[in-house]
């Protein structure tokens, strides 16, 4: 992760949020979460999971693994 990524890192308990605002649909943070820990089943069986790091014991992402997630799933 570079420099300009890590400086656009959104807190995971924030996900949610943003995820309905691109999808319309709103989930949980516990949700959100288990994207993150186990993934999400496509309809052709894959396992993609939503991209995060861990940083001063609290999980983040970027935009671009949130929009990349919601793609592999569509």
């Given at each position: 992760m570079d420099k300009e990524e890590r400086a656009k890192?959104?807190?995971l308990s924030s996900v949610s949020a943003i995820f309905a605002s691109l999808t319309g649909?709103?989930?949980s943070k516990p949700t959100i979460y288990n994207w993150m820990r186990y993934g999400c089943r496509t309809h052709d069986a894959?396992?993609?999971k939503l991209g995060a790091v861990l940083k001063m014991g609290q999980w983040f992402t970027t935009q671009k693994e949130i929009e990349t997630f919601i793609e592999e799933l569509a």
């Open positions: 890192l959104i807190p649909v709103t989930r894959r396992i993609v």
